[in-house]
């Protein structure tokens, strides 16, 4: 039976983390509907034993559960709403619960944030009899955001675990290099590319391996490929550090793909800031990739890449003959924004769950 579920998001950008959670819905066949956006909240409605399979998956989620309650951002409201709910569904008598709220930076200055916690546990300690509040040690959590004239209310099922994501930290790997890709984003990257556990996935300009260790720690078969040997060199270094030997290497051009079927590929080729092109015209390198990446693609296989904004990665895409299946737009800095953009080779339905283009 389907439950409303929530997902608190990292604020780092505004649609890549939605759409990496109903990417990992997706990959892992768990159907979902009703999707509801906010800023830093996704709400939808699916199988409440997803989550915590989406949360140890996705890098730019850390905590989900069951939506409790959703209201307009008016105290009173909020204090209305929870007194007529069944809190006594989610603690057993004498369990200790901790409410924790948040709020999206410059969202509804009014409410304050103590006191709303104060009030909603005291609200949960009469109707849940016996249940106390332990913000230190609970045995319950709940969460609460403060996002663009909402507040949402949720019971938390489901918290990353993995504490290890800091230190796949780019400074404490072996080697690294300027243009290495964070690990959350990389994880996004993996995660929007619909790979699998255990399933292929190919970085075909893997530089030092940002993609392919979180690839790797996800329980992906990952194989990378760069043209520049110093580079594959680098890229063995920092996988042996992770313990990923499991992950495959090989110097080869992406242009002249040495796989014959590819289910996921995931990448961040160079662009034009210091990572080397080795000598070509980015959009001519990306043309040529993507021309190749089509004919190795599996029949419903995915391809996430990233380019700067000014080549028109989606374009590229589209003359290569991939279906888009969905387009973000990401600032590195003043004078560097990326297109992050997905294909398909198959030709899909997707639109229709795409909630970013109104919050509500
Ligand atoms: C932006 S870097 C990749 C960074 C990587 N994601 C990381 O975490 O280190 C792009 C890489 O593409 C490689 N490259 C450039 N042209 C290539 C080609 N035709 N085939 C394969 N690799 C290529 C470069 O050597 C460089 O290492």
């Given at each position: 039976?389907?439950?409303t579920?929530?997902?608190?998001?990292s604020?780092?950008?505004?649609t890549?983390?939605?759409?990496?959670v109903?990417?990992?819905?997706e990959?892992?066949?768990?159907n979902?509907?009703?999707?509801?956006?906010?800023?830093?909240v996704?709400?939808?409605?699916?199988?409440?034993?997803?989550?915590?399979?989406?949360v140890s998956?996705?890098?730019?989620?850390?905590?989900?559960?069951?939506?409790?309650?959703?209201?307009?951002?008016?105290?009173?409201?909020?204090?209305?709403?929870?007194?007529?709910?069944p809190?006594?569904?989610?603690?057993q008598?004498g369990?200790?619960?901790?409410?924790r709220?948040?709020?999206?930076?410059?969202?509804?200055?009014?409410?304050?944030?103590m006191?709303?916690?104060?009030?909603?546990?005291?609200v949960?300690?009469?109707l849940?009899?016996?249940?106390?509040?332990?913000l230190?040690?609970?045995e319950?959590?709940?969460?609460?955001?403060?996002?663009?004239?909402?507040?949402?209310?949720?019971?938390?099922?489901?918290?990353?675990?993995?504490?290890?994501?800091?230190?796949?930290?780019?400074?404490?790997?072996?080697?690294?290099?300027?243009?290495?890709?964070?690990?959350?984003?990389?994880?996004?990257?993996?995660?929007?590319?619909?790979?699998?556990?255990?399933?292929?996935?190919?970085?075909?300009?893997?530089?030092?391996?940002?993609i392919?260790?979180?690839?790797?720690?996800?329980?992906?078969?990952?194989?990378?490929?760069?043209?520049?040997?110093?580079?594959?060199?680098?890229?063995?270094?920092?996988?042996?550090?992770f313990?990923?030997?499991?992950?495959?290497?090989?110097?080869?051009?992406?242009?002249?793909?040495?796989?014959?079927?590819?289910?996921?590929?995931?990448?961040?080729?160079?662009?034009?800031r210091?990572?080397?092109?080795?000598?070509?015209?980015?959009?001519?390198?990306?043309?040529e990739?993507?021309?190749?990446?089509?004919?190795?693609?599996?029949?419903?296989?995915?391809?996430?890449?990233?380019?700067?904004?000014?080549?028109?990665?989606?374009?590229?895409?589209?003359?290569?003959g991939?279906?888009?299946?969905?387009?973000?737009i990401?600032?590195?800095?003043?004078?560097?924004?990326?297109?992050?953009?997905?294909?398909?080779?198959?030709?899909?339905?997707?639109?229709?769950?795409?909630?970013?283009?109104?919050?509500?």
């Open positions: 039976m389907n439950s579920l929530f997902f608190i998001l604020g780092e950008h505004e890549l983390p939605p759409a990496e109903m990417a990992v819905l990959s892992e066949g768990i979902y509907k009703n999707v509801r956006l906010s800023p830093k996704l709400i939808l409605e699916a199988k409440q034993d997803c989550l915590p399979t989406v998956r996705a890098g730019m989620c850390e905590v989900a559960g069951r939506l409790v309650l959703k209201c307009r951002d008016n105290e009173r409201e909020i204090i209305e709403t929870a007194a007529a709910l809190f006594y569904d989610f603690l008598p369990d200790t619960f901790s409410v709220v948040h709020r999206v930076s410059g969202s509804s200055r009014h409410l304050q944030k006191e709303l916690q104060s009030r909603i546990g005291e949960i300690s009469r849940a009899g016996g249940s106390k509040v332990d230190k040690n609970p319950k959590e709940f969460v609460g955001v403060i996002s663009q004239g909402y507040f949402v209310l949720g019971y938390v099922t489901a918290k990353r675990q993995d504490q290890g994501a800091p230190l796949r930290r780019p400074q404490r790997r072996p080697v690294t290099h300027p243009s290495t890709i964070k690990p959350r984003l990389a994880r996004c990257f993996v995660n929007l590319s619909r790979a699998r556990k255990g399933g292929l996935l190919i970085d075909p300009f893997c530089g030092t391996g940002g392919l260790i979180e690839a790797g720690v996800m329980g992906c078969r990952a194989v990378g490929l760069d043209l520049d040997p110093q580079m594959i060199l680098k890229a063995t270094k920092n996988l042996r550090h313990n990923l030997e499991h992950v495959g290497l090989a110097v080869a051009d992406s242009r002249k793909a040495p796989y014959l079927e590819a289910p996921s590929i995931a990448t961040d080729p160079p662009y034009g210091g990572a080397s092109t080795q000598g070509s015209e980015l959009a001519d390198l990306l043309a990739f993507m021309a190749e990446a089509r004919s190795v693609m599996q029949h419903d296989g995915f391809l996430c890449i990233a380019a700067p904004l000014k080549i028109k990665v989606k374009e590229i895409g589209l003359d290569a991939l279906n888009v299946v969905e387009d973000h990401a600032r590195v800095h003043r004078s560097l924004v990326r297109e992050v953009a997905v294909f398909s080779r198959r030709r899909r339905k997707y639109e229709e769950k795409v909630p970013w283009k109104s919050y509500s």
